[in-house]
Nanobody, 119 residues
Framework: QVQLVESGGGLVQAGGSLRLSCAAS????????MGWFRQAPGKEREFVAD????????SYADSVKGRFTISRDYAKNMVYLQMNSLKPEDTAVYYC????????????WGQGTQVTVSS
């Protein structure tokens, strides 16, 4: 049973930083891609960043490029999202997700962690 558990959300002022963590278990993640998504109130869920578990290839949404960094700790089965220069529009529930590398659909999701950025 795959489990993804996010942590690290909270309330921060604009310009501040937060680091989200995702603890992954239940599969050998070497052939998988890990992603971060977010959903703001009244909006659809959107892609934030992803990382190929093997090799570490990353991609980012344009809205977070240069401010957010995704990384993974292979030994600990952890994925992180370092968020700097936060803006009020980054306020959302952030989700960790997993998919087989090279496929489109993410098949496992965490429960989400709330990030609120005050102006």
């Amino acid at each position: 049973q795959v489990q993804l558990v996010e942590s690290g959300g909270g309330l921060v002022q604009a310009g501040g930083s937060l680091r989200l963590s995702c603890a992954a278990s239940g599969r050998t993640f070497g052939r998988y891609t890990m992603g971060w998504f977010r959903q703001a109130p009244g909006k659809e869920r959107e892609f934030v960043a992803d990382i190929r578990w093997s090799g570490g290839l990353t991609s980012y949404a344009d809205s977070v490029k240069g401010r957010f960094t995704i990384s993974r700790d292979y030994a600990k089965n952890m994925v992180y999202l370092q968020m700097n220069s936060l803006k009020p529009e980054d306020t959302a529930v952030y989700y960790c997700a997993s998919k087989t590398a090279g496929t489109v659909a993410y098949d496992y999701w965490g429960q989400g962690t709330q990030v609120t950025v005050s102006s």
